[in-house]
């Protein structure tokens, strides 16, 4: 670690970004990688495709970042600037890069009868004294150039381009740069924690271990700690990472369930696969989105059998055998219906687990007994059938949310996870408010 | 309209934004509803919770621009700095609002037990000269002031509290500012129709009706066509605005599902329910998508009967009665499974309307004859069953996506919409990609 941590600034470019056509997510995504780097992120500053607003933001950033990271306007029409506007900024001219003009040719006569338009030959030119970056799955490609005291690195705007050149090519040159020649970094993703909570718990371990930098990120209704050991070489790096993550996963116990990328739904299907068991939803108020999230990953066929989604009273009973007398006495959202939908999906389908939801979303359709958020979980499987009742806070999306994360927890429970506090299901999770 | 159109600048302030832990939706949300009036939007820049990076920000924007809006740090802790920051850079004191302290003592009496603490006092104050805006939502109030040659608008960051402030009482600021004291706007959803087919049909309405201003902004795999009329007088705008809504509603026929925010399956249930008849969908591929979006409004009930998802063969077979020897003889992704899935689930249910989908969303599972993104959508019905073909291009999300669209405009054909073009059916609607 040096004592100064190098300060990075961002310029994005684009009409669509500056009037909200489409919206920057490189940056948020960026910054998020970035931060645990130690890096100081400073300032993002989004400008239109004008010219002089282009080179004024990367002057400005020229004497007062030690990095840069430009993204947009490297795309082959009139208005995409940033190639021309970096060398004006920088005082240069443009150089062809037959490299790569090359490369360009070859990639288009793979994919097209026609020959390239002329006009895609911009895209070879970059700024005299600029490094060639490349990309590996475009034609636009990325560079970097010094202006003043910063070193600038120009990105496609398109995410997935974006998103590979900063991983294989910025991340190690900044990690590089703040002395560091090593990282390694773990997402632990947890859920049934608020933020405050998640941070409390790790507080000692974090204070224990300055060499690990801690990040939380939440991803409704979840909440993500990120570790990043920055280390001289790989070893001190992986061995730094490894202490850290054993004694978080220790400390945080059954609310990591899962790390890097896996979806909830996605690490409890892959639970119940591995023991060649299957799952079915009955579902009421939350309208399929259970089965939604358990099949949105591939593979989900290993795991997923399908569901019933029963809005309708009448459909509940032709459909899952749920006896009308049981919604005419208790009401549909009720312990008995929870349970009979629950062994009617499992009976119908001959899954192993079928968990079930029933309960008021809202906003209209809640009363004083069972006001909206009210929920009532079952799951039906070899031992028999358990139910969860259960209030959730939030809109309609959040309850629905919350419901089908409930329902999916049930079954990590039935499976071996420690059962989630009490007041969780009065609540739900709650992510940390907005600020004001 | 006036000659120059005043020049709009945003700031955002916070470490949570600037380092990626939350994304700044609020920006983006407000360009596209001032880009319509006129107004010449030029940059945004984000900064953390650092006292002279705030300052910095806005003294920048106070001799460029004509407006800023400033959103964030007006919260009650340490870290919220923009109210002192605003004082600082326009070189003046802070005052109590004594009108807001009450406010806010009486707000907290209502909802809690304990007395408000001291510290929440710091929302009462203003830099002195900023005009008190208020907050209808919450504690932290909205104010402007001047600095040098720029009005600012400070808002709270959360998004609902900061989007009632923006269009209650910042957009008709902005508006009187252009010349025009007037605003009537509408977006026209569109479905079925690319962003750049939709720019070439309603290109000569455009031409003929400068006085309003076209936007298009891709929702996938949705396009919206926003439409602003800016006037001197209420009725003047309401005149334009209906002329050219009618225009563009006739040009683009069919591809117009509904405006200003309804959602495309809300609209197709909303359809539904007026002739008292429900909808029960059989889901392959997109595992609940399509009831999930029929669901995820209020009301749904009034059209939701409720789905069988049958991701695997066997529920298929047990929960819809479709042959065992269909499958065996034409795959599950096939016409006659497609269509027995439909007849199956409008018999179990007996609703009036059964949508069927069966396809290959990917990655894996396709063929050379059923390449991934192969669909075969059914809608069973009181006339019949019909089915479809579709072949549509995209990830996984993107394939289940436009295959419960898909699902949901045959039952819009059904109920007499125009059929969609028939090369639709073999790319879905390509949302423009992404710039380099």
Same mark, same amino acid.
């Given at each position: ?66 990095? %840069?990271?430009?993204?947009? *306007? ?18 240069? *001219? ?11 040719? #070859? ?15 911009? +895209? ?43 991983? #294989? ?19 632990? +993703? %947890? ?8 941070? #409390? ?46 004694? %978080? ?19 409890? *299907? ?50 899952? *055998? ?7 006495? =208790? ?57 969860? =009742?259960? =209030? ?30 009490? =007041?969780?299901? #009065? ?10």
């Amino acid at each position: 670690m040096i004592a100064t941590p190098p300060i990075v600034e961002f310029v994005v470019t684009g009409d669509e970004v500056m009037r909200g056509t489409i919206a920057d997510t490189n940056t948020a995504w960026t910054a998020a990688r970035l931060y645990p780097l130690g890096l100081s992120l400073r300032r993002t500053v989004v400008v239109g495709d004008r010219g002089e607003d282009i080179r004024r933001a990367l002057l400005e950033a020229s004497v007062r970042a030690d990095f %840069c990271i430009v993204s947009g *306007g490297l795309g082959p029409t009139s208005d995409d600037l940033t190639v021309e506007c970096a060398a004006q900024a920088a005082g240069v *001219g443009l150089r062809l890069d037959e490299a790569w003009l090359q490369r360009m040719r #070859e990639r288009w006569a793979a994919r097209r009868r026609e020959p390239m338009p002329k006009n895609n030959e911009r +895209q070879a030119y970059l700024p005299e004294g600029a490094e060639m970056l490349g990309n590996p799955d475009g034609s636009a490609p990325a560079f970097s150039l010094r202006i003043d005291r910063c070193t600038f690195f120009f990105l496609p705007g398109v995410p997935r381009e974006y998103q590979r050149i900063l991983n #294989e090519m910025i991340v190690p040159r900044l990690a590089r740069a703040t002395g560091n020649a090593a990282l390694r970094t773990r997402v632990l +993703q %947890c859920y049934g924690v608020t933020e405050s909570r998640l941070d #409390e718990m790790v507080a000692p371990i974090r204070a224990a271990h300055p060499e690990v930098r801690f990040g939380f990120r939440t991803k409704f209704p979840e909440n993500h700690l990120s570790l990043a050991a920055l280390a001289p070489d790989e070893e001190t790096a992986a061995r730094a990472l490894a202490t850290v993550e054993a004694r %978080c996963r220790e400390a945080l116990a059954g609310f990591v369930y899962g790390a890097d990328g896996v979806t909830f739904a996605q690490a409890v *299907g892959e639970q119940v696969a591995a023991r060649r068991e299957t799952l079915c939803c009955a579902e009421s108020c939350t309208g399929g989105l259970a089965t939604q999230l358990l099949t949105e990953v591939p593979g989900s066929s290993r795991w997923t059998q399908g569901a019933f989604v029963v809005y309708s009273n009448e459909l509940k009973q032709s459909a899952l *055998g749920v006896p009308a007398e049981l919604i005419r006495q =208790h009401g549909a959202v009720s312990e008995p219906v929870a349970r009979a939908m629950a062994e009617g999906a499992r009976r119908a389908s001959g899954a192993t687990w079928s968990p079930a939801i029933t309960g008021i979303a809202g906003p209209d359709g809640g009363t004083p007994e069972k006001p909206v958020g009210t929920v009532w979980l079952a799951l039906a499987g070899p031992g028999g059938t358990r139910t969860k =009742h259960s =209030h959730f806070r939030g809109d309609r999306g959040q309850v629905r949310t919350l419901a089908a994360y409930g329902a999916l927890q049930l079954v990590r429970e039935a499976l071996g996870a420690p059962p989630l506090p009490r =007041h969780f299901w #009065e609540v739900g999770q709650g992510a940390s408010p907005g600020k004001a």
